[in-house]
């Protein structure tokens, strides 16, 4: 099974629209897929203690631990990832281990395109997560109400969805 997670909270996030873009191409290939969507399953604030119980908490942390791949789609603010997928991530930490995790960011300029690497490198050293090296970044300017608009971004989805396949049926295939 594959997990789609959609982190922003706003209700017009171009993030999400990379998500739904991935979802679909997961879909066209018929490989089990799951939407978890922030907006649509609140978590509360990690709190080091009772948070982990949260009935929201544990269905993202079952979905994280069942899945061979997670596919990550978050806004940029202020040079990072947003603190809803901080959180998120927290919240279910060592379901994290040995995942095989993608991102797409949407960003609101070209500037911040390295963005992607302080969540990389914590998920690597923290979780020894299989990081796909080819990842998506868009801008404003891919997006046009709420579809994609740009086929070179569409294109980098695909690709980033056939790489975390072929990565995450590699590691299945050689660990059974």
Not at 89 to 106: D, N
Request: proline share 3%.
């Amino acid at each position: 099974m594959f997990l789609v997670l959609s982190s922003s909270l706003n209700p017009n996030s171009r993030s999400r629209i990379l998500g739904r873009a991935a979802l679909q191409q997961l879909q066209e290939q018929k490989r089990e897929t799951t939407w978890f969507d922030l907006v649509e399953f609140p978590l509360p604030i990690c709190d080091g203690a009772t948070a982990y119980g949260d009935a929201h908490v544990q269905k993202l942390a079952e979905l994280i631990e069942q899945s061979h791949g997670i596919f990550i789609a978050s806004p940029v603010y202020n040079y990072d990832v947003n603190a809803a997928l901080k959180n998120a991530i927290e919240l279910t930490g060592k379901r994290w281990t040995g995942k095989v995790v993608s991102l797409m960011l949407a960003a609101g300029g070209g500037v911040s395109y390295m963005s992607a690497m302080g969540l990389a490198n914590s998920l690597m050293l923290d979780f020894r997560c299989h990081i796909v090296p080819r990842f998506v970044y868009a801008t404003g300017e891919s997006f046009e109400g709420n579809e994609l608009a740009d086929e070179d971004i569409q294109t980098r989805v695909n690709l980033v969805v056939t790489e975390t396949l072929r990565l995450a049926d590699a590691l299945r295939n050689h660990d059974a």
